[in-house]
C-alpha cells in the first residue's frame, strides 16, 4: 500500500514525510483492518514530525483523524465495510488508576493513533477494534474526518471549562477545533467572544455567528464566564485568564505550549480562576460528540488533498492557509 512516512532524524523543510510503498498491515484479535477513505491533519501532526513531541517510533505513518471501511478482521458489531472513526485515543491498558476512574483520557499506558502507532495517512490501517467508533451516515467523509480530533478534543474543552448554557464564552484562537466548537456552544446558546489572529479566521468566526470577533491582541468587551485557548502559545493562555470573571476558568486545548510567561497571580488568578490543560478524551467524549455532530448537522470546511500531498498538507496546517481542516483522501 502507499503510505507517507516519517522518519525521525531525517526531515527537510517541506518534505517531512516520504511517500512510499510499504507492506499492507495484519490485523490480529481484537484489531480491524481499515481502508482509508480519509484523513484529517491536525495540528499535533506537525508536532510529532517538527519534533515537538519526542519520536517513540523511528519509522511512523502519521494521522488519527481516520475514516475507514472494515477490510479485514471483521466482527458481529463491526462487519465487513462498516464505517468507522478513529481517534488520537487508538488504546488504553484498561487496568491502570485512571482506567478505573472513568479517566481512560489520562491512562498510564495510552495508544495514541498516528504517534506510538501508525496513523492514518495511507491507503489501510490496522487499529483497535474497540477504539473505532460506527459513524452516523449523511456527513461525506472528508467531512467528517476533522470531527475526529478537532472536533472531539473541542468539545472536551467546553466540558472541561464547565461551561453551562447561556454563558460568556471566548474562543482564543480560530482553527479547525474552534470552528466546530462555536456550532455547539450556539446550540447552548452561548455568547461567544473569538480573538485570533489572520484576517480570514476573524471573517470565518464572524461568517459562523460570533457575538463579538477582534485581533489576537484585543480583549473581550466583557468579562468572560469561560474561555478557551487553541494556539499554542502561552502568552494566548495569559490573555484569556485576563478576560475572566471571578470563578472562571480557561481551558488549555493544545498538546504542547512554546511556554508559560510568568503572570501577576493577584489580579489574574486569585479569586478562584482556573487554569486547566486539555489531555487527549475519552470514548465517551466521542461518542457523545459525534452524536451532537450529527443532530446539529455539523459541516466543517475541508480542503482536500491527496496522499501524494502530504506535506503541503502538512504545511497547510503550518502556515494556517486553505480553508477549513486539510484533510487527505488517499
Ligand atoms: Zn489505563
Ligand atoms: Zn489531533
Redesign the pocket.
Known sequence: MKAAVFQSGQTAPGALLHIEDVDLPEPSAGYVLLRVVACGVCRTDLHIVEGDLPPIKPRLIPGHQIVGEVAGGATVSLPLGTRVGVSWIGG?????W??HHEM?NL????TFTGYTVDGGYAEYVVVREDFAFPLPSGLEDAHVAPLLCAGIIGFRSLRVAGVEPGERVGLFGFGSSASLAIAILQSWRCEVYVSTRGEAHRERATALGATWVGAEEDRPPVKLDRAVTFAPSGKVVVNALSSLRKGGVVAINAIHLDQMPAFDYDSLLWGERQIRSVANMTRNDARDFLKLAHDLNIRPMVTVFPLADANQALLAVKNETGLGSAVIVP
Open positions: 488504553v491498558d484498561g487496568s491502570c485512571f482506567c481512560e491512562c498510564d499506558q495510552p
